[in-house]
């Protein structure tokens, strides 16, 4: 994980926030100063580090305003481990459904991969050269045995696979075939169930320790046993140990879990059922977020100084009526507004990866050339926001059904039409959605 990364100053970080989106000040400042807040940590003394909690975050919003994706793009940028679980997948121990500390397992799954990655990308050259020398000795016959009046042959040897050598590196043997042995990866156990994850991962990992190893002999040319001789040796070099251990250390100091529809494991008032297993998971979620030690498969994982970003539309219930304990470990909270027909156009059109700009890219794979003029995309906006409105708000998604919609008979023909241009303005928007927008009913199932 680069370490530029972890340096970033909150105004560093809003600013590249803002290069994907549209947007939502507020709540890209405080989990821009949250993330700030854990490099401080890691500058103060080793005692004061231990007292200083991570400042939790709740995100207060509709759906499709963009609470996901700051906590998507923002565990990205700084190379932290990063899961986005659903609130509504926990149940209480002891019902149907997984249990919350699954969540932390989840964490120390993703740190394992960053951590594994930094390490593949160190052993690299190493692994490259091993390779090399397995695929030259498939090459060549083997060295004969040396004994009294045979020096002349082992130097012949010795030149035979130095020439190999310079033809193997110069790509002059790429189409050769040799001959590899292969691991046959098994197909993974399940026994367990819902709520059961560990119990899988223990087992199967005891299984794959004692079963016998499945092999097979494989015919392949030089290029692909190159490939596959590079990634044995690459997993030899790697010390899982030290992986899962610096994993783990990963996950404590820098892991974010985004917990989405928090507000959907909010007790309603007199309802009974599913509402206690609600109040339940509440109960189970507050010792992880308040710091405790998880068992995982790789050792011990305490989750002090985890950062846990919550969000949630709030629609019929507030943050008030979460269990107090729990409210006070998210002391930050961000309201993030509803768009307005601005926002839609600056999302069409900003983000380096914005909505119009994938469709003229994939238009372009067709040779077709596409042209959004500015007043198509005013009117786009307005499509959006009016039926946002009218209809059920689903924020910035609805820009997806809505451009599906508009391009639905370009992206078909679009292999009949090579080296066409296409513009789409304001009269080629109206023509194909005006219909659809006007009937209430029809825009409620189709937009």
Do not use: C
Not at 153 to 169: A, G, I, T, V
Not at 199 to 226: F, H, S
Request: glycine content about 6%.
């Amino acid at each position: 994980m680069s370490q530029a990364n972890q340096e970033l100053t909150p105004r560093e970080i809003v600013k590249m926030l803002d290069a994907d989106i549209v947007g939502q000040n507020e709540a890209k400042r405080a989990v821009a100063i949250a993330v700030r807040n854990r490099w401080r940590r890691k500058h103060l003394p080793k005692e004061l580090q231990q007292e200083v909690s991570p400042k939790n975050i709740m995100m207060i919003g509709p759906t499709g305003v963009g609470k996901t994706e700051i906590a998507r793009r923002l565990a990205k940028l700084t190379g932290a481990p990063f899961i986005k679980v659903e609130a509504t997948k926990f149940t209480e121990v002891g019902y149907y459904g997984r249990d919350v500390e699954s969540m932390v397992r989840d964490l120390v799954e993703n740190a394992i991969g960053i951590v594994r990655e930094t390490e593949r990308e160190a052993v690299k050259e190493e692994a490259h050269q091993r390779a090399q020398r397995r695929l030259l000795d498939q090459l060549i016959s083997p060295r004969p045995a040396l004994s009294t009046g045979e020096a002349d042959e082992q130097e012949k040897h010795e030149r035979s696979r130095q020439r190999m050598k310079e033809m193997l590196e110069s790509g002059q043997l790429e189409d050769r075939t040799v001959e590899l042995t292969v691991e046959q990866k098994g197909t993974p156990v399940m026994i367990g169930g819902m709520g059961m994850e560990q119990m899988d991962m223990d087992l199967q990992g005891m299984l794959e320790k004692i079963m016998p190893k499945n092999t097979t002999r494989r015919e392949m040319t030089v290029t692909q046993a190159r490939t596959v001789l590079i990634e044995q040796e690459t997993e030899a070099l790697l010390d899982k140990e030290r992986i899962y251990e610096a994993a783990i250390e990963l996950a404590e100091n820098l892991g974010m879990i985004f917990l989405d529809e928090i507000d959907k494991i909010v007790a309603g008032e007199g309802k009974a059922g599913a509402d206690v297993s609600r109040q339940g998971v509440q109960r189970d979620l507050l010792p992880i977020v308040e710091g405790t030690t998880v068992q995982t498969k790789y050792g011990y994982v305490n989750t002090d100084h985890v950062m846990f970003v919550a969000a949630g539309a709030f629609h019929k219930v507030s943050p008030s009526d979460l269990m107090p304990e729990l409210q006070g470990r998210f002391p930050i909270r961000v309201e993030l507004s509803d768009l307005t027909k601005e926002d839609f156009v600056r999302i069409l059109t900003e983000p380096k990866s914005s909505l119009t700009r994938q469709y003229v890219e994939l238009m372009k794979t067709e040779e077709v050339a596409v042209r959004f003029t500015s007043d198509a995309l005013e009117e786009i906006a307005s499509y959006a926001f009016q039926i946002n409105q009218t209809t059920q708000n689903i924020g910035a998604r609805r820009l997806y059904t809505i451009m599906e919609r508009l391009l639905e008979e370009l992206s078909f023909e679009a292999p009949d039409m090579k080296y066409s241009t296409v513009e789409i303005n304001a009269a080629y928007v109206k023509q194909r959605l005006d219909d659809v927008s006007k009937d209430e009913d029809l825009s409620r199932f189709i937009l």
